[in-house]
């Protein structure tokens, strides 16, 4: 498809339990990010890519948290040991050129991430 | 983390008025953003500002920058139907330093609109 898709669209996790959620962004995107989102509230920035490289991770809340995105294009967050304080949706987002403001960003549906 | 201050956080309006929704931030940003969200999917650009006092229009959605680059806000016009959902408002620093775009976004301001 032409957009940013994310899998699985919903994940229920027994509390220690480690999750890894996908991100395909737009063919081509040089810029990849992720944000969480609680309930109620806006998407707060988690970590950013641009191609391979992860140049921004200020935003990830624990060492729990690991983004990968090995080859440049699609992306993994993951959560190891997950807390209930981790049930958000999470975000992925891409933009055609490197971080340098002015990109339109373009969102993904969400995994909403669910601890039991 | 920083969140951007936006008001109010809901609206319940009948079809055909206008709404007004307004973004206030501590910090100074580059550009400001708003974004419609719908249940069960992510933020689409409804409008993008890039500098101070600009005012831009799309169809019935006007939204101006803030002279002091720490505001924003975002008037639609005769609302329908379809204009339901979460409105969120975000700043971006922009080129430069270690910000690489990333957007901070306001709470939200859920819209309701009566037939």
């Known amino acids: 498809g032409a957009g940013v898709s994310q899998s699985p669209r919903y994940k229920v996790a027994k509390r220690g339990q480690d999750v890894a959620l996908r991100c395909d962004p737009i063919?081509?995107?040089?810029?990849l990010f992720w944000y969480q989102q609680a309930l109620g509230q806006g998407p707060e920035f988690l970590t950013y890519?641009?191609?391979?490289?992860?140049?921004?991770k200020s935003g990830l809340p624990s060492d729990r948290f690991f983004a990968e995105r090995p080859e440049g294009s699609v992306s993994t967050l993951k959560i190891q040991r997950t807390q209930q304080e981790d049930s958000a949706v999470y975000l992925c987002?891409?933009?055609?050129?490197?971080?340098?403001?002015?990109?339109?960003?373009?969102f993904g549906p969400g995994t909403r991430l669910t601890v039991l | 983390g920083q969140q951007l201050n936006q008001s109010p956080q809901s609206m319940f309006i009948q079809e055909g008025e206008d709404v007004s929704m307004n973004c206030t931030s501590s910090?100074?940003?580059?550009?400001w953003l708003w974004y419609k969200q719908e249940p069960g999917e992510g933020p689409v650009l409804l409008i993008a500002?890039?500098?101070?006092?600009e005012l831009t229009s799309n169809g019935r959605l006007t939204a101006q920058f803030g002279i002091t680059r720490k505001d924003s806000f975002l008037n639609i016009s005769a609302s329908i139907p379809s204009d339901v959902g979460i409105y969120f408002c975000?700043?971006?620093?922009?080129?430069?330093?270690?910000?690489?775009?990333?957007?901070?976004f306001g709470q939200g301001t859920i819209l309701t609109v009566h037939p």
């Open positions: 987002a891409s933009s055609p050129f490197p971080g340098l403001g002015r990109d339109t960003q373009y």
């Open positions: 063919s081509g995107h040089v810029s």
């Open positions: 890519f641009q191609n391979e490289a992860q140049l921004d």
């Open positions: 910090s100074i940003f580059n550009t």
């Open positions: 500002l890039y500098k101070a006092g």
């Open positions: 975000a700043g971006q620093t922009g080129a430069g330093g270690t910000s690489y775009g990333k957007l901070t």
